[in-house]
C-alpha cells in the first residue's frame, strides 16, 4: 500500500467510521485527538414506536422482488426525510470544529484526509438478528420480500468544501483508491453480499444534496439488473469465443482506434461502441483482473494521475456560451466482478453524463423510463473526437 | 368504433399526417378546408452535404448493439438541434392560424380534435431504399449496427395549448384511444416492427420541450429491455405455473386489495408490490387482452372515464405547502404484446412520477443509472393509501 494509514472507529449510534491517513504525522482518529461523538443520534436498530403507544422491533429496510422483470427494489422509506442541501454552515461531512467539546457533524475529528463510514440514511442495511430470509407478502408467492440486507458507505475526498478530487491531485486521489480497494475487499467478504460497487455522483444536476466532496459504496445483497446483463453476455460470449467479452473488446477497440480517447503505461480511456449517454467513458486496466483489490501498485499509482486527466477531459467536454466551460454533472462507477463471475468480468469504469449541450441536459423519459430502451443524441465516435480534442497530458 | 372519422394526409416532406375527428361536421383535413403544407421544409432523405462539396445519401439513424449488455441503442444524432421550448407563440402543435395561406406549424388545417403524424424529429426512421441488414463497425463481430428503421409519431390531444385531457374530458379521451388503436394495429403490421409502445411524457421536470398536449408512439425494430425481461419472466412463470403472468398478479392484488387504488366495471387500477418510482400505477382491463386493439368497445369507453380519474387523482397525490396541488410530472405508458408473446404479456398501463414529494424529485444517480438497480423512499402501500385518499369516482 502507499503511505496511508487505516484507522478504525466507531460513530455514536454505532456506524463504523474510518480514517485513510496519507500525511504525516497521521493522527486523525488518534486518541489523544479524537473527538467522542456524543450526539443525540437515534440507536438505528431501535424498536420503531406505535401511533398506540406500542413499539415494533425495529427490522430495517426490506427489498420486495419485482416479479415482473425478476430485480430487487430495495425499499428504503425511511430515507425520505433525509438530509437535502443543508446550509454550507451545517454541512455534516466537514471536520468537527477546532476546540469544539464535541462533533455536530458526522466526522468525530478537527481534520482528516479521506474518511470512509456507513451511510445515516442507508437503504442497505443488515441488522443484527434479522434472519436474511425469503417470506411472502400476503403469502402470496408472487410477492416475495427479503430484508435489504446490505450495507451504503459514505467516501468523504478531503475536509475541504471548496475542493474535490482534480483540485487535491494525485497523492489525494491515490489514497482514495486505497480507500476504495480496502472497502471492496472487506465488504464482498460480508457474508450475504453479492456485489460491491464504488461511485461518486457529481453535480446538483444529477441530484447531489451534499457539495463537500464525496463518493458512495453500496454492497449489495444481490446482483444488480446491468451486472446481471453483462454476465449473460460474458457467459454467452466465452461458451462461443472461449475468451473474456471486455478482453475481446478492449482488443478489438485498440485496433479501431476510433473511440480511444487516450491510453497510460497501465490504463486505457475509450467511448464504448454503443455508449447511450451524452458522455460516456469507459475506464479499464490493460491487464484482464476482477475487481480493484487485483490491481497492482504500479496500476493504481498509474491510476491516480490518469482518473484526473480523464475528470480534467469531461470538465472541458461542454463549453458554456461565455467560453467558460461546463462542471461536468456525471456518475462514476467500478464494475467489479461478483464471486460467481471471476472469469467472465472485468473491472472497469464507467463514467456517464447526461449534459447533452452547455445548457441542455438528457432527460430519461418514457423510452428510457417505461421501456428501459436509450437513444442516443449523439454518437460514440463524436464523444471520443471531442474527448481527444480537450485531452490533456 | 365510436364516432370517430380517421383522415389521412402528406406534410410537405412526406410525414404521414392522420385526422382523428370527434365533433361534427368532421371536416378537418377535407380538400375544402385543408391546406396545402408549402414549408420549405427540407426532404427527409435528402443526400447529406459534406465538408468538401460532395453529398453522401442519408441512409437514416443508425443502431448501435451494445455487446456488454445485448441492448441495441439507436443514435439519433440529427435529433441534437431539435426544437426545445419555443415561446408560445410558437408552437408547432397548434392549429394553422385562421384565414393564413399557407401552415407555419405542423398542422395543415385551421382546427383539429386529435392528429397523429410522424415525428418531424425521429430517432426511428425507416429510410426508403435502405435495407434492414446487419453491418459491423471496423469490421469487427463486436461491433454489429443496423439501421434503426423504426417508427416516432406524435400524437396531439387537442387544438388548445391550455388544455390537457383532464380538463378536455372522456369524449376527447375517448377518441385518443381511438387513435391509439388505430396506430398499434397499423404501426405493428409494417415490416420490421418488433413492438409498439404508446406513451406519454407529462410536466417539465422528465424533459417535455413542448407544452403542447401530446403524447408519443414509438414502433421500436427492437424488443426493448423492459419488454424482454417481462417475457423471461412470464415465460418461465408460464412454464412452471401454467399461467399469464400479469393474470397471476392481478388475482394476487384483487384477493389483497392492500394496494388496489380503485375499479370500474373493466379495469382495475392498483400500486404494483414491489414499485420501484415515487409514485406508481399498473393500469390493467380485468380481461385478459394482448394489446390495446383487442379492446372492446365497452372497454374503451370505460377506460376514457377511468383514465382521467387516475390523472385526477395523481394530480392530488402532492399537496404543495400553500395548499395547492401539484402537477404531477409523468410518463404513462402502455405495455402491449409483441408479435412472439401473445400469450404470455398483457396490456396493461405503467404510470410513473419521479415527484418525490411537493418540491422534490428522485434522480436517477449511481444505483439507478449505473446499475439499473431502482431503490424506492417509500413503500408500494403508502403509495396505495394515498391515492385511495384522494380519490373520486
Redesign the interface.
Known amino acids: 500500500m502507499a503511505s496511508v494509514r487505516k484507522t478504525a472507529t466507531k460513530l455514536a449510534d454505532g456506524r463504523d467510521f474510518f480514517y485513510f491517513d496519507d500525511s504525516e504525522p497521521y493522527v486523525s482518529g488518534q486518541a489523544t485527538r479524537r473527538l467522542d461523538d456524543p450526539r443525540p443520534l437515534a440507536d438505528r436498530f431501535a424498536p420503531v414506536p406505535g401511533p398506540d403507544g406500542t413499539e415494533t422491533p425495529f427490522t430495517g429496510p426490506i427489498m ?8 430487487w ?5 425511511h ?2 426525510n433525509r438530509t ?1 442541501m443543508p446550509p454550507a454552515d451545517a454541512n455534516p461531512f466537514a471536520p468537527a470544529r477546532e476546540g469544539a467539546e464535541y462533533q455536530d457533524g458526522e466526522i468525530p475529528d478537527t481534520d482528516y484526509d479521506v474518511v470512509v463510514f456507513e451511510n445515516r440514511f442507508a ?1 442497505l442495511m443488515q441488522v443484527p438478528g434479522v434472519p436474511d430470509k425469503v417470506r411472502y ?2 403469502n ?1 408467492h ?2 416475495p420480500e427479503r430484508p435489504a440486507a446490505g450495507r451504503c458507505e459514505v467516501i468523504c475526498f478531503g475536509p475541504r468544501l471548496d475542493e474535490n478530487l482534480v483540485s487535491m491531485g494525485p497523492k489525494r486521489m491515490r489514497t482514495v483508491i486505497e480507500a476504495w480497494v480496502d472497502r471492496t475487499r472487506e465488504l464482498s467478504q460480508m457474508p450475504g453480499i453479492e456485489q460491491v ?1 464504488v ?3 457529481h453535480g446538483e444536476a ?3 444534496s451534499l457539495h463537500h466532496p464525496h463518493g ?1 459504496i ?1 454492497a ?1 445483497p444481490y446482483i ?4 446481471e ?2 454476465m ?3 457467459k454467452a ?1 466465452r461458451q462461443s469465443h472461449g475468451k473474456n ?2 478482453s ?2 478492449l482488443e ?1 477497440e485498440l ?2 482506434g ?1 473511440r480511444i480517447v487516450a491510453q497510460s503505461e497501465h490504463w486505457v480511456l475509450y467511448v ?5 449517454w451524452p458522455v460516456e467513458m469507459h475506464l479499464a486496466p490493460k491487464r484482464q483482473v476482477p475487481d480493484l483489490p487485483s490491481l497492482t501498485e504500479e496500476e493504481k499509482a498509474d491510476l491516480s494521475e490518469f482518473y484526473l486527466k480523464m475528470l480534467r477531459a469531461g470538465n472541458k467536454f461542454h463549453v458554456a456560451a461565455d467560453g467558460s466551460p461546463v462542471d461536468l454533472p456525471y ?1 462514476a ?1 467500478w464494475h467489479q466482478a461478483p464471486r460467481e463471475a471471476q472469469l467472465d468480468l472485468r473491472l472497469h469504469l ?1 463514467l ?1 453524463s447526461i449534459q ?2 452547455p445548457d ?8 428510457e ?12 465516435e ?1 464523444i471520443a473526437a471531442r474527448l481527444r480534442e480537450v485531452w490533456e497530458d
Do not use: C, H
Not at 464504448?272 to 447511450?276: D, G
Not at 441542455?360 to 423510452?367: D, F, N, P, Q, R
Open positions: 420486495r422482488y419485482d416479479v415482473l422483470t425478476g430485480d427494489i430495495p425499499m428504503a422509506a430515507r425520505m437535502f437503504s407478502l400476503d402470496n408472487l410477492f460497487f461511485f461518486e455522483n444529477i441530484g447531489v458512495q453500496y449489495y444488480t439488473p446491468y451486472t446483463k453483462m449473460r453476455q460474458a460470449y467479452l471486455l475481446a473488446v478489438a485496433e479501431s476510433e464504448p461502441s454503443a455508449a447511450r456518475v462507477g464507467q456517464i447533452r449541450s441542455k441536459l438528457k432527460y430519461l423519459a418514457g423510452s423510463s417505461g421501456m428501459f430502451a436509450w437513444i442516443s443524441d449523439t454518437t460514440p463524436r
